[in-house]
């Protein structure tokens, strides 16, 4: 064996979302040196970074993907103490500060020398992978996202442009399934609203977003708010069926550009990682929406190693689908979303706040704080706060283990202290566990816990 690389062993860790605003590197707790040293153990650690890094240089967009996510550029080198070696960047709040807030926040990770993928001057180079060169091989991120604003998504450059900063969205068209009566009552609906005549305006100038012929068992209703989602049909689709049900339906052209990179990514690294935000349901809000299962299966299949998904703020299951891994959701591996510095002028309104009132006034609106009563919002609910690192281990380039390590971000600490992750201990760690393996079950997975720490074990 001449390279190491050879033997196709890796080590890989992944977690959720690091929605981080503080410094790491302050704190010795042996649980938090723990977790740091099982990051810093793996051959490569790759995290969703849900923050933009700047110094407010740019202005706030009025389409955020909620919070105006933020944080000093100094504070990816304390990622990088946690032992995080590569981010992903496509997400919701990519574009909390507009297309050059895209363009700064790629140029700090740069600057820091932090690998990163998602994001970009254009399509093009928000669809591209990027690489790093460990010990055992070289490895290829690619991040895309389901959720966020329509104008976010990059644009294509062409013979005579530059394309478009923005991030790489997959976009997609919502189906309702209705029963009869439901079906019939809204087509009466759009018939008595004038509905109709904007859709057949419409059909004849499809280049201001265009609608697909109407059947006996499927039609479209217009976007009330009437943005634009060029190429695909402007509107909610409907469909006649015997029960109530939702489907997502891909954009095929977003689908085919990321796999022909995920192709592309396998014969130039020697390990895949595609890394998917979304805030998208399927049945349940503990389920994976059937667009994350469609493409996670469908990267799997164009070469990736390890599918890592995240965004909707809960723990999901995990799937080994033809002998490669798929996380459905890691949930978080920070939660400090509670301590951005500053709050825009534009989120201070949406919640009914004045001129004078501070970022403290704003979270504690946000979470619906009443009485001075600090558990509210997302702070009340203890599954946001339990989640979970994972470590993939491959030998001779087959998968031979996941193992899960739970992790408490620290539920009803007060907001100056929570959100920063600790192996879980005792209870909590037990019910991380139980959670995860109720998850994976209807996916086929098992998952037994051994010392605390869950294990799937492969081949």
């Not at 990267?299 to 891994?325: N, Q």
């Amino acid at each position: 064996m001449l390279y190491e690389a050879e033997s196709g062993d890796i080590q890989i860790a992944i977690s959720g979302d690091s929605i981080i605003t503080r410094n790491m590197s302050a704190f010795r707790e042996p649980g938090f040196l723990g977790l740091v040293e099982l990051l810093h153990g793996a051959d490569v650690s790759a995290t969703n970074a849900e923050m933009l890094f700047h110094y407010y240089e740019d202005p706030p967009t009025a389409r955020p993907g909620g919070t105006y996510m933020r944080a000093d550029p100094k504070v990816i080198q304390e990622l990088q103490w946690l032992g995080v070696k590569m981010v992903a960047c496509a997400n919701n709040h990519a574009y909390d500060f507009g297309e050059n807030g895209i363009l700064t926040n790629i140029h700090y990770l740069d600057e820091y020398d932090m690998p990163h993928a998602g994001t970009g001057r254009n399509l093009s180079e928000a669809r591209m992978p990027t690489y790093l060169d460990t010990p055992k091989g070289r490895v290829a991120l690619l991040s895309v996202t389901s959720s966020g604003p329509q104008v976010m998504r990059a644009g294509e450059q062409w013979r005579d442009g530059a394309g478009r900063p923005g991030a790489n969205l997959i976009r997609y068209m919502t189906q309702y399934t209705v029963d009869r009566p439901a079906f019939d009552a809204l087509r009466r609906l759009s018939e008595g609203l004038g509905f109709e005549s904007f859709k057949a305006h419409r059909r004849a100038n499809p280049w201001q977003g265009n609608f697909a012929e109407d059947t006996d068992t499927q039609f479209f209703l217009p976007n009330l708010n009437n943005e634009w989602q060029y190429p695909e049909p402007n509107g909610t689709l409907f469909a006649l069926g015997e029960t109530f049900g939702t489907h997502h339906i891909a954009n095929a052209e977003d689908v085919e550009g990321n796999l022909e990179r995920i192709r592309d990514a396998r014969r130039q690294a020697d390990w895949v990682i595609v890394s998917m935000h979304t805030h998208e349901d399927g049945k349940t809000p503990d389920d994976p929406s059937d667009l994350v299962v469609s493409f996670a299966h469908a990267a799997i299949e164009a070469g990736a190693d390890v599918f890592s998904g995240h965004g909707p703020h809960v723990d999901r299951g995990i799937e080994i689908y033809k002998g490669k891994p798929i996380f459905y959701s890691l949930a978080h591996l920070t939660l400090q979303n509670d301590t951005v510095l500053q709050m825009p002028w534009d989120n201070m309104r949406r919640v009914g706040l004045g001129w004078e009132a501070t970022p403290a006034d704003f979270f504690d609106a946000r979470a619906g704080k009443e009485h001075l009563d600090e558990w509210a919002g997302f702070a009340a609910e203890p599954f946001r706060w339990h989640n979970a690192v994972a470590t993939i281990t491959f030998k001779a380039k087959q998968l031979q283990e996941v193992r899960l390590y739970p992790i408490d971000l620290g539920f009803k600490r007060p907001r100056s202290q929570r959100g920063r992750p600790i192996l879980a201990e005792d209870e909590v760690n037990d019910e991380i566990l139980k959670l995860f393996q109720r998850l994976s079950e209807p996916f086929g997975t098992k998952l037994d816990v051994e010392d605390g720490v869950g294990v799937i074990r492969v081949g």
